[in-house]
Structures are given as C-alpha cells and as structure tokens.
C-alpha cells in the first residue's frame, strides 16, 4: 500500500552538509512512525533517527546535534538535515514507515525504501 523512495545521497567531502528525502507513495494515512536507519557493510543496519506520530524525534547519540529529521504533515516526505558530516557517517540510508495496527492487519506492519548511498571523505 506504501512505498518508500529515497533520494538526496552522494559524496562529500567531510565537515559538508546533505540533506536526504523520502517521497513516501500511496496510502500514507496508515503510517505511524517513520525512521532512517542506516548500514555499512559487513555491519547491522541501526537506527539513526525517528519521528513518532506526536513529532517526538529520537536521534542516536552519534548524530545527535549534526542530524535533523522531519517530515510532512500528510507523511507523503520523510527529510533527514545532515550537518558537519563524518567519513564515519559512510553508509547506505533507508527510509522505514511503520503502520498503525488496524491497517497493519491487511497487510505488512511496516516497510523500507530501497536505500541511497552517502560516502563522506576526509
């Protein structure tokens, strides 16, 4: 019902600024959260950041105070402000949405983009 597509990576040089998007496609009014995450090779992709249906964001305490999520009020966009980027900040992005429980129950709980690559040189 939903489909996630990021957009907004590329490469940079370190102490530079990107600012990821996240068009969100279909039934968006079933969305509740959404988050980016991200993941390095060889590594399990975590959780960089979140915006719950209140617009409480949680960061992790490596981006906090560098990294801004939002989103729009229809949740049709998900936006991640990446400031005073790192080499460490090297990943692959994903957009995730979950949905709330009574339109979870036709369907999945929840969904991913396909994910875009950020690389960040010192």
């Known amino acids: 019902q939903v489909q996630l597509v990021e957009s907004g990576g590329g490469s940079v040089q370190a102490g530079e600024s990107l600012k990821l998007s996240c068009a969100a496609h279909?039934?968006?009014?079933?969305?509740?959260?959404m988050a980016w995450y991200r993941q390095i090779p060889g590594k399990e992709r975590e959780q960089v950041a979140m915006?719950?249906?209140?617009?409480?964001?949680i960061y992790a305490e490596s981006v906090k105070g560098r990294f801004t999520i939002s989103r729009n009020e229809d949740k049709s966009a998900l936006y991640l402000d990446m400031n005073d980027l790192r080499p460490e900040d090297t990943a692959v992005y994903f957009c995730?949405?979950?949905?709330?429980?009574?339109?979870?129950?036709?369907?999945?709980?929840?969904?991913w983009g396909q994910g875009t690559q950020v690389t960040v040189h010192a």
């Open positions: 995730y949405a979950d949905f709330w429980p009574m339109d979870a129950l036709r369907g999945p709980r929840d969904t």
């Open positions: 915006v719950r249906h209140s617009d409480r964001t």
């Open positions: 279909g039934k968006t009014s079933s969305i509740n959260q």
